[in-house]
């Protein structure tokens, strides 16, 4: 994989210039459509917890053990999902995914307890799980192919597509049951991958140590030294420690708002949007900035952007002040797991991509529980301060790592 700081120099059209074949122009806009309906179709269904929560008559600690269904089907899934990928290829098993994905969502509304609710979210958090590191995969292999980093791009659609699902999913909650809201959004699923799947089918990227192979074709696979392992597990860590931050926003930036700082409920709802906001402007312009900046640089200014600025939002005195340190905390963490994920790709190939998601995924879900605990033990603001520090690591590790970065 060449340095990928250094490709602009290489290309004809210079930063930011589309020098792509048809064929992987076209399917790198495929793979932002999945990416895109990934984000919306999980968006849509996280819009809509409360009415499932109605209807099936959870508490809230039932329900909470029930959607644990999600993150295990997903962490499973995931590094099932690395093998599938070198078998298959990851072009087919998004494909696949893209279909399973949007019948998985209208189950949940079709449940009418928390048990039941919690056995059809083993099969949504599967689908979801398996779509995240079968496209990543795939998303790898286009990068070398194109020989520009424009991974950032790819999870720019993700985050944009979320806000769409999440937005839609406000419009017509009053107006739809969660059933008719789910059951519409399956459709668009499969109607998405009707159209974009068979980009993805025709086109075979070059051939790379970890695309599949058949039976008669011969030849050892090449093997991951023990140095390769541990540079696929220091990136995972580091997509960990951002993904960290986000799942602890998500759930506590807006009683942060509400409760220290006594911010308007209208107001303190905002902080999770516009950090949202600010993460996707940062992704959109993450290929520019990795060809500018490359890597390491991209990474460790990352960290320490997002450091100070979660420093402010958790310990500034007014609520107008901690909005803007989550904006900043947006822009700092947006292109760091991109990168995290994309390196381990570049150097284990699927079974990368799902050690570092996995391992990402898992700081999502540690996140909101750990930033509990401690706001019990000492306070919120307090708590808070963890995606700092964590954000801060994620700085530390990306330089450490810089060798393998291609700094």
Not at 128 to 156: K, Q, T
Not at 215 to 239: M, N, T
Request: hydrophobic letters at 50%.
């Amino acid at each position: 994989m060449p340095q990928l700081n250094k490709l602009r120099t290489a290309l004809p059209g210079g930063p930011g210039g589309d020098t792509a074949p048809p064929s992987s122009a076209r399917l790198r806009t495929a793979l932002t459509v999945f990416f895109a309906l990934d984000g919306f179709l999980f968006a849509g269904w996280v819009v809509r917890i409360p009415a499932i929560k109605q209807q099936t008559g959870a508490s809230a600690s039932t329900l909470g053990l029930a959607l644990l269904g999600v993150s295990t089907g997903a962490v499973i899934t995931m590094m099932l999902t690395g093998r599938l990928c070198r078998r298959y290829g990851s072009h087919a098993v998004t494909a696949a995914c893209g279909v399973l994905l949007p019948l998985s969502i209208a189950l949940p509304a079709q449940t009418h307890s928390a048990l039941s609710l919690g056995l059809v979210l083993l099969v949504f958090g599967a689908a979801y799980g398996g779509m995240n590191v079968a496209m990543n995969s795939a998303a790898v292999d286009l990068v070398a192919e194109l020989r520009r980093p424009v991974m950032p791009s790819f999870h720019a659609a993700f985050s944009l597509g979320g806000m769409v699902g999440a937005g839609l999913g406000g419009l017509v909650a009053g107006g739809l049951s969660a059933s008719a809201h789910l059951f519409l959004l399956a459709g668009i699923g499969l109607l998405v991958t009707a159209f974009a799947g068979p980009a993805l089918l025709r086109h075979r990227p070059a051939r790379t140590a970890y695309e599949p192979r058949t039976p008669r074709q011969q030849g050892p696979r090449r093997k991951l030294d023990p140095r390769a392992r541990r540079i696929v597990l220091l990136f995972g860590v580091i997509a960990l420690c951002t993904a960290y931050g986000e799942g602890a926003l998500a759930d506590w930036g807006a009683l942060h708002l509400e409760q220290d700082l006594g911010a308007h409920p209208g107001l303190a709802a905002a902080g999770y949007a516009l950090f949202a906001l600010t993460m996707t402007i940062g992704r959109l312009t993450g290929t520019l900035l990795l060809e500018r900046l490359g890597q390491t640089r991209t990474l460790v200014l990352g960290g320490l952007v997002a450091a100070a600025g979660m420093l402010l939002g958790s310990l500034a005195p007014t609520a107008w002040l901690a909005l803007a340190g989550f904006a900043v905390t947006g822009l700092g963490l947006a292109n760091i797991f991109p990168v995290a994920v994309g390196r381990a790709g570049e150097l284990a190939g699927p079974s990368g991509v799902a050690a570092a998601s996995t391992l990402g995924y898992g700081g999502m879900l540690l996140g909101p529980p750990a930033i509990g605990f401690l706001a019990d033990w000492f306070s919120l603001p307090v708590a808070l301060t963890t995606v700092a520090l964590l954000a801060a690591g994620a700085a530390v590790l990306g330089y450490g790592a810089r060798n393998a970065a291609h700094a």
